[in-house]
């Protein structure tokens, strides 16, 4: 599996670590988890980890479109940590399919990012 994801004990955020090449599969395991906190919580807020991250397949970018237009206003905050600039530029590029507040943030900036999603 490509993803890691777990919540935050007591809390409303996800973290999701995402390494290689996403498949529709590991959007069967992710989906839920993230349904379920939405359903708990109402608005939930997610850390993505893109460490070695290569993107998605075809079959894991149509899951993906799926998912952002269900899911448009339920995520309040959305906090990309990559490595490399296209990922930096993803984080752009997924503003208007959300009504998240996004922000990227490099590696050495973990903790920053951990911060920054948690804050009131």
């Given at each position: 599996m490509s993803v890691t994801v777990?919540?935050?004990?007591?809390?409303?955020?996800?973290?999701?670590?995402?390494?290689g090449k996403l498949t529709k599969e590991?959007?069967?395991e992710f989906v839920p988890e993230v349904e379920r906190l939405i359903k708990k919580h109402g608005k939930i807020r997610i850390l993505l980890d893109m460490h070695k991250f290569e993107g998605w397949?075809?079959?894991?970018?149509?899951?993906?479109?799926?998912?952002?237009v269900k899911h448009f206003n339920d995520i309040e905050r959305l906090a990309l940590i990559g490595e490399k600039r296209w990922q930096e530029g993803m984080s752009?590029?997924?503003?208007?399919?959300?009504?998240?507040?996004?922000?990227?943030?490099?590696?050495p900036q973990t903790e920053e990012a951990w911060d920054w999603i948690e804050e009131e």
């Open positions: 777990y919540e935050k004990v007591g809390g409303r955020t996800l973290f999701v670590r995402a390494r590991d959007y069967a397949d075809a079959g894991a970018l149509w899951q993906d479109v799926k998912f952002d752009k590029f997924c503003k208007p399919f959300t009504t998240a507040i996004v922000r990227y943030f490099e590696h």
